[in-house]
T-cell receptor, first 114, second 113 residues
Framework: DAGVIQSPRHEVTEMGQEVTLRCKPI?????LFWYRQTMMRGLELLIY????????DSGMPEDRFSAKMPNASFSTLKIQPSEPRDSAVYFC????????????FGSGTRLTVV | GESVGLHLPTLSVQEGDNSIINCAYS??????FIWYKQESGKGPQFIID?????DKRQGQRVTVLLNKTVKHLSLQIAATQPGDSAVYFC????????????FGSGTRLLVRP
């Protein structure tokens, strides 16, 4: 089992550019979560999906952020346009709804917006 | 480490001693709690969980205690090892049908050799 796979591991981009973060959940997992981690705010839930459908996006900071899950094995988090305050580590996690509340996290994408 | 920064409470223990990491939660409706361990450059890793109808649960070298009266959770690590050095987070789930976990701010554990 390869676990939750995120790409890229590191991303450095200029302010105003579009950034796309990618996530492949564990095969068979039907719930997927995007979290953001910063020094000041800790781990914040941005959005989560059940069976590819967004259930709660109340944590998405603003309209510059969007997330999609076109199929059970892939999700993206897009920031357009990016700003320096978006710099953080973004984690994707997955679990099996109905079986476990404990998530398996990916290794994260460290985003730096300059 | 890259994942969290300089403002975390830190617990420093001698190798071989027991560690106790504490967490206060705010939502009395929370019905499930988890402890995660995060090593530098990695995502959080599940350690142990407990439901609100329990007050104690034991794993391998770890014990979680839940006191719902004062909304307090603790993680006890027996015979702490250098590999236990990490940031530890508690997380709670609201007692509804959602699968949202809300994370605490974390505690850094440093194990002295």
């Amino acid at each position: 089992d390869a676990g939750v796979i995120q790409s890229p591991r590191h991303e450095v981009t200029e302010m105003g550019q579009e950034v796309t973060l990618r996530c492949k959940p564990i095969s068979g997992h039907n719930s997927l979560f995007w979290y953001r981690q910063t020094m000041m705010r800790g781990l914040e839930l941005l959005i989560y999906f059940n069976n590819n459908v967004p259930i709660d996006d109340s944590g998405m900071p603003e309209d510059r952020f969007s997330a999609k899950m076109p199929n059970a094995s892939f999700s993206t988090l897009k920031i357009q346009p990016s700003e320096p305050r978006d710099s953080a580590v973004y984690f994707c996690a997955s679990t099996v709804r109905g079986r476990s509340y404990s998530y398996t996290f990916g290794s994260g994408t460290r985003l730096t917006v300059v | 480490g890259e994942s969290v920064g300089l403002h975390l409470p830190t617990l420093s223990v001698q190798e071989g001693d027991n560690s106790i990491i504490n967490c206060a939660y705010s939502n009395s409706a929370s019905d499930y709690f988890i402890w995660y361990k995060q090593e530098s450059g990695k995502g959080p890793q599940f350690i142990i969980d407990i439901r609100s109808n329990m007050d104690k649960r034991q794993g391998q070298r770890v014990t979680v205690l839940l006191n719902k009266t004062v909304k307090h959770l603790s993680l006890q690590i027996a015979a702490t090892q250098p590999g236990d050095s990490a940031v530890y987070f508690c997380a709670e789930k609201n007692g509804d049908s959602s699968y949202k976990l809300i994370f605490g701010s974390g505690t850094r554990l440093l194990v002295r050799p």
